[in-house]
């Protein structure tokens, strides 16, 4: 299966979005990334780390916002509490 490439970039979209979400999900500088993306084989400079995450960024951000969410990903309330006036004790409202 072929990955599609953006144009007049060298790196599939799946390493451009991985390399962008190791920056944006951990607190790691562009030159951790690199050195992440150095131990899988893939060699980019922090510069160019730091125009994906510029350019792509916001565009994967995009696309997350409008994802249908997961079928089951309903939270559901386990236990309420309430602060009387009154009493100043909080009541388990189950």
Not at 29 to 54: A, K, M, N
């Amino acid at each position: 299966m072929t990955d599609l490439k953006p144009y007049r970039h060298r790196f599939p979209l799946t390493i451009v979005q991985h390399a962008v979400w190791l920056y944006h999900r951990f607190p790691l500088s562009y030159r951790d990334v690199q050195e992440l993306l150095y131990q899988r084989g893939i060699v980019v400079s922090h510069e160019t780390l730091r125009e994906w995450c510029i350019k792509f960024g916001p565009l994967f951000a995009e696309d997350l916002r409008h994802r249908e969410p997961r079928r089951g990903s309903r939270w559901h309330l386990d236990e309420v509490w309430i602060l009387s006036a009154n009493s100043g004790r909080a009541k388990s409202a189950s």
